[in-house]
């Protein structure tokens, strides 16, 4: 049994430990454009069944792999991320979209503003050592929604891409992978 006074003092050595320090981001190493491509990985289906259908529906979509191209940028001292994405449901136009972001707090910032024919209603970045995400929340026409994700795993040539598309109804989430260079 743990005497009071030992209680106390491990308490008092570990309130006295020096604090966790955060991992750094190097933003300034991402800093550039990169290119690559991407093609369709799998549908996940969401449903919620019980019990689960014995043949799970599955969906396919087309393999040929599509352009992607991002950038990521410093304006106003604050991080903006270009996308351009050339197939899929969530095709960019010519001009790709850009998503300017509030200060980095805790591995997250809010958009501030967009650049984009398509406007997202809301949208996130999230930081961590070696990666950056988007979420983004488009309303279509008709006011249904899609929600998009794109990470990027930095890599010592690139980055390694992910795509996510949720469907308004939240039955299904379709991915696509790919890699990209840095260009400049």
Do not use: C
């Not at 136009?93 to 980095?104: N, P």
């Amino acid at each position: 049994m743990i005497t009071r006074r030992r209680a106390l003092a491990v308490t008092g050595l570990l309130l006295a430990a020096t604090p966790a320090q955060a991992q750094q981001v190097q933003w300034a190493g991402w800093l550039g454009t990169y290119a690559g491509t991407a093609r369709f990985y799998r549908s996940i289906p969401l449903e919620d069944i019980v019990p689960p259908p014995k043949v799970p529906r599955e969906e396919f979509d087309d393999g040929k792999p599509f352009a992607l191209q991002f950038a990521v940028r410093n304006v106003d001292d604050r991080p903006a991320v270009w996308l351009r994405i050339d197939g899929g449901p969530m095709q960019t136009d010519e001009a790709g979209e850009t998503m300017f972001f509030g200060q980095v707090t805790g591995g997250l910032a809010l958009l501030r503003s967009a650049d984009a024919r398509a406007m997202p209603r809301s949208a996130s970045l999230t930081v961590r050592p070696n990666q950056l995400g988007t979420e983004a929340l488009f309303t279509h026409a008709d006011g249904s929604f899609w929600r998009r994700y794109f990470t990027a795993t930095f890599t010592s040539a690139g980055a390694d891409v992910i795509l996510w598309v949720f469907d308004a109804t939240g039955t299904r989430a379709r991915t696509w992978r790919g890699a990209t260079v840095r260009r400049a």
